[in-house]
């Protein structure tokens, strides 16, 4: 009987082993299955040309400039993990701001702290003393977060730094004398951006506090005197100013000229969250004076680069050459209310689309327009143009069979508009939708993508629908939208209210439509599929 109940024991021990291992081999793969089926989720969701990391997490434009024909994009990345984590300098390269190829890192943290976001200039008259041999020093101009200062509640663990290049921006060395810009016992002391100030024969940098930027100028880049400082009263307050770019624009049409602060804050958008204002007045070489109107704005201006959720943290291209003389503008197309909680696991976030920033005067008010760079032109097929067309029911404008909506430029102009409610659709076979509702008579838009694929992830993400004012008043409208696969951007009244949202379809778009209460005109409709490789 003992024989026999051993005999039974050893059974069922050999049987729970194979059970056991059997299970176990179920388990590993179907992780891999997993795995597998997350990657060719994120993938699918891969823009079709708007600038990824090809894996983990990036934020923040930094280090633009262009030099001998390539443009220079750096951003804040993590390369160890797609959430937000000890930052480095991450690289990419483009001929024309459209396509990018990913390089090796530039900056990696070191014993004095992580790398932040900063700026990057071209010192052509090797005013660092960086220049040798004849090469031309390219300078960043960074911050260094030091987290151990941070976590012990110091206020002072932020400070500038420098780093120059002999090899117009490949690789990199950080200057010995660090800090350059020693934190005077501030918190929230980030994000240098530096331009030469021709007017007044300087390095400039304006730099981001809590709620203010400081001017700073320099002779070398190395040593830095306090000019002034701006914000108190002005604008939106309700976070961290972050990211700012100073600079002079030539009025439209004129032969004016004003200096432009852009200022990003977080949060605090226009939608909450993540947003990017600005400011226009006069610079003496030593103090920004804003115009009258943007002296003491509520916190619910009209000034922002971007009404949408998901264009922040952007800056300008430095080194343009005079012959062209654009001013060229990235941001990183998110918000950091969602931004680690996307449904991307092996990459994080794109940048927007290159812009061209344009100041111009209208009825005495000073206005910043944007519009996609003309770069993006030479990626157009062929034309489909639609006239005339009268809308009140549901009207199909475009479908997937004329036009990939995954990959489109549509430009439009609308007439006969009265009060009442237009809503445009994205949508696509299993029933999703991105709504685009306009009301005339509030003369405002909304973003609705409540329904647009994905959006359990955060209820920060569809929770609430995006607003944003029309600038102009009038009874007829133009825009432009770029389309790609997980975004949209409106140009709206030639760039004076810009939109940008991003979303998650788990299809690809196949109809654009729209429908009015009231009735409209469409007057005319152009599309273009953009030719890209992927």
């Known amino acids: 009987m003992k024989n026999v109940n051993l005999t039974i024991l050893l059974l069922t021990a050999l049987s729970l082993s194979f059970t056991s291992c059997k299970e176990e081999k179920k388990t590993e793969n179907d992780e891999l299955t997993h795995v597998d089926q997350k990657s060719e989720q994120d993938e699918n969701f891969r823009p079709n040309f708007h600038f990824t990391p090809e894996k983990n997490w990036m934020n923040d434009p930094n280090g633009m400039f262009y030099l001998d024909g390539t443009y220079h994009l750096y951003f804040q990345y993590y390369p160890e993990d797609n959430v937000w984590g000890p930052m480095h300098w991450g690289h990419a390269t483009s001929k024309d701001m459209i396509t990018w190829e990913e390089q090796d890192i530039a900056l990696y943290p070191d014993e004095k702290g992580y790398i932040f976001s900063g700026s990057a200039v071209v010192d052509h008259n090797n005013t660092s003393g960086f220049g040798k041999d004849g090469k031309t020093p390219v300078v960043a101009i960074f911050t260094y977060h030091e987290p151990e200062g941070e976590k012990k509640g110091e206020e002072d663990y932020q400070s500038q730094a420098i780093a120059y290049s002999l090899d117009k921006g490949q690789t990199w060395t950080k200057y010995e004398g660090n800090p350059v810009l020693p934190n005077p016992g501030m918190k929230d002391f980030r994000d240098p951006k530096v331009t030469w100030d021709d007017i007044n024969k300087q390095w400039l940098m304006a730099l981001a506090t809590t709620e203010k930027t400081l001017f700073y100028s320099s002779q070398d880049l190395k040593n830095w005197k306090k000019l002034s400082e701006f914000g108190e009263g002005n604008g939106a307050h309700d976070g961290v100013w972050e990211c700012p770019d100073f600079f002079p624009m030539q009025v439209e049409g004129s032969d004016e000229t004003k200096w432009v602060l852009i200022q990003s804050l977080n949060p605090g958008g226009y939608n909450g ?233 788990n299809q690809p778009w196949n109809e654009f439509s729209v429908k009015s209460e009231s009735g409209f005109v469409v007057d005319s409709l152009e599309a273009f599929e953009l030719n890209f490789n992927k």
């Open 273 to 505: 969250g993540s947003g990017t204002q600005y400011f226009i007045g006069d610079f003496d070489g030593t103090t920004f004076t804003p115009e009258k109107n943007m002296q003491n704005l509520e916190e619910k201006h009209n000034y922002w680069i971007d009404f949408g959720r998901d264009n922040y943290a952007g800056v300008t291209w430095a080194n343009i050459p005079e012959d062209d003389g654009r001013k060229l503008f990235i941001g990183w197309m998110s918000n950091w209310l969602y931004a680690q909680e996307v449904p991307t696991s092996t990459w994080r976030s794109a940048m927007t689309v290159a812009r061209e920033l344009k100041l111009i005067k209208e009825n005495n008010e000073y206005l910043i327009t944007s519009q996609p760079a003309k770069e993006l032109q030479k990626y157009r097929g062929e034309s489909l143009q639609k006239e005339n067309i009268k809308v009140d029911k549901k009207t199909v404008l475009l479908d997937s069979s004329e036009v990939n909506l995954a990959k489109a430029e549509i430009h439009f102009s609308f007439s006969g508009l009265s009060d009442g409610e237009i809503e445009f659709v994205l949508s696509n076979s299993e029933g999703e939708k991105m709504r685009i509702l306009y009301d005339h008579a509030a003369s405002k838009f909304k973003m609705d993508r409540t329904e647009a694929g994905q959006v359990n992830f955060s209820d920060k993400f569809s929770g609430k629908n995006a607003v944003a004012p029309r600038i102009t008043k009038s009874n007829s409208m133009n825009g432009v939208m770029i389309l790609d696969k997980t975004s949209v951007e409106l140009f709206l009244d030639n760039g004076k209210t810009v939109i940008t949202e991003i979303f998650f379809p």
